[in-house]
């Protein structure tokens, strides 16, 4: 079998998670690549996404390492042995970028999402004519049927959302992006009401951050998604970028973004609560600040 020559965000996941148990063992390739039988080179290749591990070969690297949590060693085993199908795999053929499909089928593995936004509602919560309107304006020469399947592709996105077993979602959406003219007022008007409509779902949290909260100068500068996978050392923060938008595992890079979170969580207004049973309708909370952008739309 030959070697990929472009990697999904999984395996190449996977490779450096076995990168990182290796190094923490002070192991060489040579030395790690004994237990399981591996040369030097093929262990790279591995360790790079570029070429599949069996299982048992797997789970001895594993035991070779020390791994000893079952929980983890599960987890990379199935990380190994996914096909990563899923709804993506019928846009395979679509000008839609690697790093799209790995986004798809993040947010379909993780069990949990938490999401930051300065200048736009999160995909997952955007209606269709507010996902059309911020497609067209960013490319306003596309072809019309490139730009339809670029919005029919994130609409798709939203059904992890609607599942059997849906993940919890956390958005913290800065009050910047209600004022952005990327959209007609009516089309931001909507979509504010469907905020409104999503927040009654159990799993869904909706917090909107005003411009007077007070932000530490460490705030990152781009919106990011912090996925939760089942086993914490596999989360993976997703941050986006006009050109390249990257995905981050390294531990340090994890525990980064999860303390931002928290502070912009903590900064932030309580969640939307559209339920009869609101402790106020006076009191500052994430509901009131859409009712006064709605009445000044």
Request: aromatic share 8%.
């Amino acid at each position: 079998m030959g070697l990929r020559a472009n990697p999904t965000q999984r395996q190449r996941r996977l490779g450096s998670e076995l990168r990182r148990l290796r190094n923490e063992r002070g192991l060489s390739a040579a030395e790690a690549g004994v237990f399981a039988g591996l040369g030097s080179p093929h262990l790279g290749h591995i360790e790079a996404g570029r070429t599949a591990i069996p299982e048992a070969k797997l789970r001895a690297l594993l035991a070779g390492y020390g791994c000893q949590d079952e929980s983890l060693v599960d987890a990379l085993v199935a990380m190994s042995e996914s096909k990563g199908k899923g709804w993506w795999s019928d846009y395979r053929k679509s000008p839609l970028s690697q790093s799209a499909h790995d986004l798809a089928e993040l947010e379909a593995t993780a069990v949990a999402h938490r999401s930051f936004q300065w200048m736009y509602v999160p995909g997952v919560l955007q209606t269709p004519e507010y996902a059309r309107a911020l497609t067209t304006g960013a490319e306003p020469e596309a072809d019309r049927s490139l730009l339809d399947t670029y919005v029919e592709f994130r609409l798709k996105r939203q059904e992890v959302l609607a599942g059997e077993s849906p993940p919890a979602f956390h958005a913290v959406i800065h009050e910047a992006a209600f004022h952005m003219q990327f959209v007609e007022n009516g089309v931001m008007r909507r979509q504010l009401e469907h905020l409104v409509e999503m927040a009654r779902l159990p799993h869904v949290h909706i917090r909107l951050l005003p411009f007077k909260a007070a932000l530490s100068p460490a705030t990152p500068a781009a919106a990011f998604i912090l996925f939760e996978a089942e086993v914490p050392e596999l989360n993976t923060v997703y941050v986006e970028h006009p050109v390249s938008s990257a995905f981050l595992g390294n531990q340090a890079h994890l525990a980064q973004y999860d303390t931002a979170f928290e502070r912009l969580t903590t900064a932030a207004l309580p969640p939307i609560d559209p339920t009869p049973e609101r402790e106020s309708y006076m009191r500052s909370d994430s509901l009131r600040l859409v009712q006064h952008l709605l009445y000044t739309l």
